[in-house]
């Protein structure tokens, strides 16, 4: 008897999903169903509390069939890469008719498989909207959970926060918060369900409601002093701001209660900026070359003043050709100091060799610095590298700020502290951040590892150990510049 004998003319299935997010769940089930040649119309797909609980999870009852079983010989089910990334996404989405969708599209794809090609399309459009929405969601999830301190029934530390997702996106974001705060013991609360981390399990439970977190804790009055004191009047823009944060965050941001004072007070503030000497207030640069032009002479900090050259970055010079990578060192060394090129000395050579091994062309990634003219001591006829200031690196961020903007990467990969530090703003170990993507704000992310000078300073079993971190950091990168790229 073949698949298509085991569907009765006209029968209706209805598939009850135990959980709103069971992605894996729905792709086995509608793999089934392909198979045995059920049309999108004939499947009710039903999430906890949807209607359609009338059904029995997959048994007849009220005209409801029992779902039909592939043949062991039944035709395998085509679909691509792309398709599952973003179905995989959508399916978090809070559309009750989102698993009616992928169903749907999977089935075309089986007659069609380039038709996700077609942007006119409107289910391919569809899709997409649904993807795009429950990643801005996972953005803001990642920006705005703030935790508060508070002390669990054995009296030690626990933090906890209060976060209102317009998806389903909490349990797929588990892991991002687990990485980012493996020492910590906290709880996220959320109307769509909870999860809890006790420094060596997961756990999940139901919703809660806003009552269930803390209102504040000591703490907060140090952070808002510090969100205060780093307020920027003078690149205030307060329609971008609300773009970037909601105002529907903002009740569970201590910080969120000084914007208002903050943008009000603003224009004095600017106004008291530039009357003290501050740095005069530029208008971004428009293209790469009006960066390369303000560079070479710019003299804001002391490195600039030194006689060396600015070195620009550089990339593919056809956008057709940029894989979505930017590369950002720490700083050009002697070699780049006097070729005018980043990253063609002994680690950018080091560099190239890595790259190639992981299978991402140099050619196809933007390669710049922290800081753009070379710092050094003088030692004879030799000039030894210098680190650069943490002063050094912010006051030379604004140009690196203004190349990202212009390239617009979807993936930064930082080599080095004093490169995260230009891209976060802040100082972070590399050894605890790497291997794990930090979102930036703009639909990028950054993902951080060694610098190749380091490499090229280790000998023995530490350089191949080390290497091999490194070989895997790119891999990774590689991995998600595939994903992103689809």
Excluded at 67 to 84: I, N, Q
Excluded at 355 to 377: D, Q
Excluded at 471 to 481: F, G, M, N, Q, T
């Amino acid at each position: 008897m073949t698949a298509m004998q085991n569907v009765s003319i006209g029968a209706h299935y209805v598939v009850n999903l135990p959980a709103p997010d069971d992605f894996a769940f729905w792709r086995e089930r509608a793999r089934g169903l392909i198979q045995c040649d059920v049309p999108p119309d004939r499947v009710s797909w039903v999430e906890p509390g949807g209607t359609g609980d009338l059904f029995s999870a997959e048994g007849p009852s009220r005209g409801a069939k029992r779902l039909p079983v592939p043949d062991a010989d039944s035709r395998p089910v085509r679909v691509s890469k792309r398709f599952m990334n973003l179905a995989r996404n959508a399916s978090l989405h809070s559309d009750p008719e989102r698993f009616g969708l992928l169903y749907r599209m999977l089935w075309r794809l089986q007659s069609n498989p380039r038709f996700l090609e077609d942007k006119a399309d409107l289910d391919v459009r569809r899709l997409e909207e649904l993807d795009k929405s429950v990643r801005r969601d996972s953005h803001k999830m990642h920006a705005f959970v703030r935790f508060r301190q508070v002390e669990d029934e054995e009296g030690a530390e626990h933090y906890v926060a209060w976060f209102e997702p317009d998806h389903y996106i909490v349990r797929a974001n588990a892991g991002f918060f687990m990485r980012r705060f493996a020492n910590m013991n906290w709880s996220i609360l959320t109307p769509r369900g909870c999860i809890h981390w006790d420094g060596e399990v997961m756990r999940e439970s139901g919703p809660a409601q806003r009552s269930d977190a803390p209102s504040g804790d000591p703490v907060e009055d140090l952070w808002k002093s510090y969100y205060a004191s780093t307020f920027n009047p003078a690149r205030l823009k307060v329609g971008a701001m609300l773009s970037e944060m909601p105002k529907k965050f903002w009740k569970n941001m201590p910080e969120a209660e000084l914007i208002p004072d903050l943008i009000a007070g603003a224009q004095a503030r600017e106004a008291g900026m530039v009357a003290a000497g501050a740095r005069e207030v530029r208008e971004r640069p428009q293209s790469l070359g009006a960066v390369a032009k303000g560079i070479s002479t710019c003299r804001d900090c002391a490195i600039a003043q030194c006689g060396t050259r600015a070195v620009m970055g550089e990339g593919p010079e056809l956008a057709e050709d940029f894989s979505g990578l930017m590369i950002v060192g720490e700083q050009p060394g002697d070699q780049e100091d006097i070729e005018g090129r980043p990253f063609v000395g002994p680690a950018g050579q080091l560099l190239d060799e890595c790259l190639e091994r992981a299978g991402i062309p140099r050619s196809s990634a933007y390669v710049t610095n922290a800081v753009k003219h070379f710092k050094y001591v003088q030692r004879g006829k030799r000039r030894l590298h210098q680190n650069p200031s943490a002063k050094e690196i912010d006051t030379c961020r604004w140009w690196l700020e203004a190349e990202r903007t212009l390239v617009q990467p979807r993936v930064v990969l930082a080599l080095g502290a004093s490169a995260a530090r230009s891209l976060l703003g802040k100082t972070v170990s590399v050894n605890k951040v790497r291997g794990a993507p930090i979102p930036l704000g703009d639909d990028a992310e950054l993902w951080v590892t060694v610098h190749p000078s380091y490499l090229l300073r280790l000998d023995g079993e530490a350089r191949a150990e080390q290497g091999c971190l490194f070989a895997r950091d790119l891999a990774a990168v590689k991995e998600r510049l595939a994903q992103v790229g689809e």
